[in-house]
């Protein structure tokens, strides 16, 4: 088959390996010049919301998919007719702001933090003064990487973070004191088959994912998070894969966000998992059965953002991904995957990459 893909970045990039692998074409579209997934399959250069490049993007697949998430639905809507579009544009919506996306959550029954509406400056007070400080400000829509946020720790804090966020529309969101953040990643075919894969325990640096480890050995957590997926994937009727980031406190999880796309979180899966989370999309957009998503050890990813050292590129263990991309602070250029037999070897691995790992955001 030829599988549109929507975005040619990194995740395309993979997401167009999986689908060579399996005897797929790729198709991608995207505005930029020579953006990662160039390598696997001609990109037609357009923007997201072109509607003369979306239309050719569709006519010419099987399928259509998406690796990037600010794709206007109403873009997408135009071509539903010409090709099947996955995962559903009307999940992608809710993704995209995030008052509807807590709206989900608690429509599906996924605990979340407390959160309000923010229209005003007096909503946010009124919020302060209901959810307590401190709390998070954050853009409904188009945030990304820890973009378009603001921790609000002190009264004083409020004007402050409205001044610099406001004119948007905005929530506010209990700040969780977490022990420690997961993801659960799920996948759902066209027939509704679904395999979820373990939790990933994500480290964040400056908003941006630096360390994902799986799997998460809480049989407990685990168990809650499998049935937190189902039920999202089915209320969705969603077909891929689908990413949901979690706060765990305690022997909870609270909802933080979900990504209707393959995840960062989830790359240690094309070493680690039976099935990587990109094979298995491709499987799921092409109505296939999804692949085992057994782990083949105790993984671990570490991104490469800003820059990529000399000594990354040939490390003393595990599998160095390069994107292609030019460098520049703050920017998600490639990672490395280790996998080992314990979660303490892994860490041990992980200890040796950081030595020749450098950033800069
Ligand atoms: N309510 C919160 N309480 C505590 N930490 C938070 C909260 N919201 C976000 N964070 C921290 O900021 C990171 C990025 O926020 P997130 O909502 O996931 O936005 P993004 O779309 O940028 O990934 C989270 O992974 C978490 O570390
Ligand atoms: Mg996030």
């Not at 995962?87 to 605990?111: H, M, N, V, W, Y």
């Not at 509406?117 to 990487?145: C, H, M, N, W």
């Not at 685990?222 to 706060?247: I, K, N, P, Q, W």
């Not at 240690?268 to 298995?280: C, D, H, L, M, V």
């Amino acid at each position: 088959m030829r599988i549109g893909i929507i975005g040619a970045g990194q995740l395309g990039q993979m997401l167009g390996f999986a689908a060579r692998d399996l005897g797929h074409e790729c198709l991608f579209l995207d505005p930029s010049e020579n953006p990662p997934a160039r390598v696997v399959g001609p990109v037609i250069q357009a923007p997201f919301d072109d509607p003369v490049a979306l239309a050719v993007l569709a006519e010419k697949s099987d399928v259509v998919t998406y690796e990037f998430e600010n794709v206007p639905v109403e873009a997408l809507g135009e071509i539903a007719g010409i090709a099947p579009i996955y995962p559903p544009p009307a999940a992608l919506g809710q993704a995209q702001d995030r008052l509807s996306e807590k709206r989900l959550f608690e429509t599906t029954g996924i605990p979340l933090p407390a959160y309000r509406q923010i229209d005003s400056l007096s909503d946010l007070e009124a919020a302060a003064a209901e959810i307590g400080l401190p709390l998070v400000l954050k853009t409904r829509r188009f945030g990304y990487d820890g973009k378009g946020q603001f921790v609000v720790r002190t009264a004083s804090d409020i004007e402050l973070a409205f001044n610099e966020l406001g004119g948007r529309k905005l929530i506010a969101e209990e700040w969780v004191p977490f022990d420690y953040e997961v993801s659960a990643i799920g996948v759902r075919n066209v027939d509704g088959i679904i395999a979820t894969y373990c939790l990933t325990r994500n480290e964040h640096a400056g908003g941006i994912l630096r360390v994902s480890r799986a799997p998460v050995d809480d049989v407990a957590l685990t168990e809650r998070s499998v049935g937190y997926m189902h039920s999202l994937l089915e209320h969705l009727d969603y077909v891929g894969v689908l990413a949901l980031e979690l706060f765990v406190v305690g022997k909870g999880l609270l909802a933080n966000e979900f990504a209707p796309r393959v995840h960062n979180s989830g790359h240690w899966t094309i070493e680690g998992a039976r099935t990587s989370q990109f094979s298995n999309h491709v499987l799921a957009v092409t109505n296939q059965s999804p692949g085992p998503t057994e782990t083949l050890g105790y993984a671990g990813m570490i991104n490469l953002i800003g820059e990529i050292s000399e000594a990354a590129t040939s490390p003393p263990c595990g599998v160095f991904h390069d994107y292609g991309k030019t460098p520049r602070p703050g920017r998600k250029l490639g990672h490395i995957t280790v996998v080992a037999d314990s979660a303490r070897e892994c860490d041990t691995l992980l200890a040796k990459l950081e030595e020749c790992v450098t950033e800069s955001r």
